[in-house]
């Protein structure tokens, strides 16, 4: 028998480590001792949470804890297998029913995370010869679920209606039959810059040219709909029935974990069918269905549970978003986002050490807020990440945005 003695399989391990070390590029996981709410132990200290998707502040509320408990007294643990084989339970089936009611659309399907739930349902809506449009700065799991797909892709800058246009002419240029599939996919609210996809224009430009239209809401549940009803970027534009496929995520304000695709009963029955990653993986452990429904529970005006939550997280966005511009941090990206009724305030430090020092003295003074940096966002606009949560009181975003001021000051970022 041949050795080959001179290789070494698991030797870049080490080596890769290192270099991501060297290059400042390490995540260092911090480690909550207290469940995840506005006010946190981290490490020993006690911090004020400012940098969780927790926006409505669900995963500790009460009724979340009590449906999940419940639910695990009724139904277990786990449940044993995938979906389409014996893992359907009814608390399943209602999750979906509840969802879909909530979001004003005929049917849902739940999947393990929002990730997996794009990387599932992206491959299942084109072919080989087909077009994807995709916008520039979709999240990561909208990337992997193209990559999967054999289709032809183009990306156009993002949310640029004029780019998204020629795409599509080229696209029916390339097919004047009509026969291929055309997708247009963006995110709902962009992750990193807390900015909304003009979704109105979007739909306008699909139905002309003939396109599917997939949205990714992850950071628009929970947060946007009309009547300040949580509903999404969907309702809040008030598309329902004319966005083809809409993805949504429990992981983020809803306070659980979890993804969804939701849109018309022929999607689900076809994806039920189809997606590999619903019908090759574990179903979700009955807790987790269970604070789903909570969640669902207290965000449904009129019902028993409901709780104010996102009138109150709104008033909250508006007032730091417009405190932090007008303290100083003015650069052009927060300013921008400090015009959309998201969740998600980039607060502009400049070159990565600045973003990193801001956060560590923030830590210092007691504000968990981490840094987002070169190369996850463009050099110089590293900045501290900002997630707003129903559960800050108007006396916390004072003391954290005095905090903000002294240290923008301190590091000379104005
Ligand atoms: C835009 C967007 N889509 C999808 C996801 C994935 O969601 P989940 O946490 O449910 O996997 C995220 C999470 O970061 C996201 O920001």
């Given at each position: 028998m041949w050795f080959y003695m001179a290789r070494h399989p698991t030797k870049f391990l080490k080596e890769e480590y290192q270099k991501i070390q060297a290059e400042g590029r390490e995540w260092v996981h911090r480690t909550l001792e207290t469940p995840s709410t506005s006010r946190v132990t981290v490490e020993g200290k006690e911090l004020l949470m400012m940098c969780s998707n927790n926006y409505l502040n669900l995963s500790n509320n009460p009724h979340l804890r009590k449906r999940a408990i419940e639910a695990v007294e009724k139904y277990g643990a786990g449940s044993g297998s995938v979906r389409a084989i014996a893992g359907n339970m009814w608390i399943h089936e209602e999750w979906e029913r509840k969802h879909a009611e909530f979001k004003e659309q005929e049917a849902a399907q739940v999947y393990?995370?929002?990730?997996?739930?794009?990387?599932?349902?992206?491959?299942?809506?084109?072919?080989?010869?087909?077009?994807?449009?995709?916008?520039?700065?979709?999240?990561?799991?909208?990337?992997?679920?193209?990559?999967?797909?054999?289709?032809?892709?183009?990306?156009?800058?993002?949310?640029?209606?004029?780019?998204?246009?020629?795409?599509?002419?080229?696209?029916?240029?390339?097919?004047?039959?009509?026969?291929?599939?055309?997708?247009?996919?963006?995110?709902?609210?962009?992750?990193?810059?807390?900015?909304?996809?003009?979704?109105?224009?979007?739909?306008?430009?699909?139905?002309?040219?003939?396109?599917?239209?997939?949205?990714?809401?992850?950071?628009?549940?929970?947060?946007?709909?009309?009547?300040?009803?949580?509903?999404?970027?969907?309702?809040?534009?008030?598309?329902?029935?004319?966005?083809?496929?809409?993805?949504?995520?429990?992981?983020?304000?809803?306070?659980?974990?979890?993804?969804?695709?939701?849109?018309?009963?022929?999607?689900?029955?076809?994806?039920?069918?189809?997606?590999?990653?619903?019908?090759?993986?574990?179903?979700?452990?009955?807790?987790?269905?269970?604070?789903?429904?909570?969640?669902?529970?207290?965000?449904?005006?009129?019902?028993?549970?409901?709780?104010?939550?996102?009138?109150?997280?709104?008033?909250?966005?508006?007032?730091?978003?417009?405190?932090?511009?007008?303290?100083?941090?003015?650069?052009?990206?927060?300013?921008a986002s400090a015009k959309a009724p998201t969740a998600i305030v980039p607060v502009i430090c400049g070159e990565n050490e600045t973003a990193t020092a801001m956060s560590n003295r923030l830590m210092d003074e007691g504000i968990f807020a981490l840094p987002i940096m070169f190369p996850m966002v463009p050099r110089g606009t590293s900045r501290i990440r900002v997630m707003m949560s129903a559960g800050l009181e108007r006396e916390d975003l004072e003391f954290s945005l005095g905090k903000f001021e002294d240290i923008g000051r301190e590091l000379k970022i104005f």
């Open positions: 393990m995370s929002g990730f997996i739930a794009n990387e599932g349902a992206i491959p299942q809506m084109v072919r080989k010869g087909d077009f994807i449009i995709s916008d520039a700065l979709n999240h990561g799991s909208i990337i992997d679920g193209v990559r999967l797909t054999k289709t032809e892709r183009s990306i156009y800058a993002h949310t640029d209606m004029g780019e998204l246009e020629q795409r599509l002419i080229e696209a029916n240029n390339k097919d004047p039959n009509g026969e291929k599939r055309i997708l247009i996919i963006t995110d709902g609210v962009f992750s990193m810059d807390g900015d909304m996809a003009p979704l109105d224009e979007i739909e306008k430009l699909g139905t002309e040219y003939g396109a599917m239209m997939f949205v990714d809401d992850a950071h628009g549940d929970g947060v946007l709909g009309s009547n300040k009803s949580g509903k999404g970027i969907v309702d809040h534009f008030g598309l329902q029935g004319k966005f083809h496929v809409e993805m949504n995520t429990y992981s983020k304000a809803m306070g659980v974990v979890g993804g969804a695709i939701t849109g018309s009963q022929d999607l689900v029955n076809y994806l039920r069918n189809t997606a590999r990653s619903y019908l090759l993986s574990g179903s979700q452990p009955p807790a987790i269905a269970g604070a789903a429904i909570g969640a669902l529970e207290v965000l449904t005006p009129g019902g028993e549970f409901y709780e104010p939550l996102v009138p109150k997280l709104l008033d909250n966005c508006e007032y730091f978003k417009k405190e932090i511009v007008n303290i100083g941090f003015n650069h052009e990206i927060t300013a």
